[in-house]
């Protein structure tokens, strides 16, 4: 499978716990970006990588939030301290390194986190 | 910042056409990017206007006017797998990466 794959699909978590979901991006995509999409919603841009480099954050993104590319290859996203309102559907996704690379983003199955 | 308005749901029968409008607001953008998604699936890549005028590919085209802060995707011969989310994104010039999502249109195909 060449696609971008996430890990875990699903995670069911006591607010208050700290969770880490991992990304693994088509291999020759040098660009790494994290969503949250809610019901009904459209994917909201949390953070964007390129190689190791962690380019863009949204100012939306509480300091619960962080998120590593450590080698450029795989991305782990950590919340520390889930809140009920953290539940939600996070996705990964990756590009490649064109010109305009990041218009088209492919995106992996996300993994779907509900807090208690 | 970018702000984007759609329809929320939009039915139509098979063999229909629908168009899906997009309006936006950003002070600058690369371009207009369409997204479908299908209930618990990932959102997949369908089609990208930088320039204005019309883009096909197969059964499905967009369309952009940068003039009119607009833009459309048209899906013809609908089919029953055409059911699905279908969104409107645009990127920043402000912006490395972030992809600005609409709210999404559902659009449902009946028989």
């Known amino acids: 499978d060449t696609g971008v794959s996430q890990d875990p699909r699903h995670k069911i978590t006591k607010r208050g716990q700290n969770v880490t979901f991992r990304c693994d991006p088509i291999?020759?995509?040098?660009?790494l970006y994290w969503y949250r999409q809610t019901l009904g919603q459209g994917p909201e841009f949390l953070t964007y990588?390129?190689?190791?480099?962690?380019?863009?954050k949204s100012r939306l993104l509480s300091d619960r939030f962080s998120a590593e590319r450590p080698k450029g290859s795989f991305s782990t996203l950590e919340i520390q301290r889930t809140e009920q309102g953290d539940s939600a559907m996070y996705l990964c996704?990756?590009?490649?390194?064109?010109?305009?690379?990041?218009?088209?983003?492919?995106f992996g199955p996300g993994t779907r986190l509900t807090v208690l | 910042g970018q702000s984007l308005e759609q329809p929320s749901e939009v039915t139509a029968v098979e063999g229909a056409i629908v168009q899906i409008n997009c309006t936006y607001q950003?002070?600058?953008?690369?371009?207009l990017s369409w997204y479908q998604q299908h209930d618990g699936g990932a959102p997949t890549f369908l089609s990208y206007?930088?320039?204005?005028g019309l883009e096909e590919t197969g059964r499905f085209s967009s369309f952009l006017s940068r003039s009119d802060s607009y833009g459309y995707l048209l899906l013809q011969e609908l089919q029953m797998k055409d059911s699905a989310s279908y969104f409107c994104?645009?990127?920043?010039?402000?912006?490395?990466?972030?992809?600005?999502f609409g709210a999404g249109t559902q659009v449902v195909v009946t028989p």
């Open positions: 994104a645009v990127r920043g010039t402000d912006s490395w990466g972030k992809l600005q």
């Open positions: 950003t002070s600058g953008f690369y371009g």
């Open positions: 291999s020759e995509h040098n660009r």
């Open positions: 206007n930088a320039l204005d």
């Open positions: 990588f390129q190689n190791e480099a962690q380019l863009e």
């Open positions: 996704a990756s590009s490649p390194p064109v010109s305009g690379g990041a218009n088209e983003q492919f």
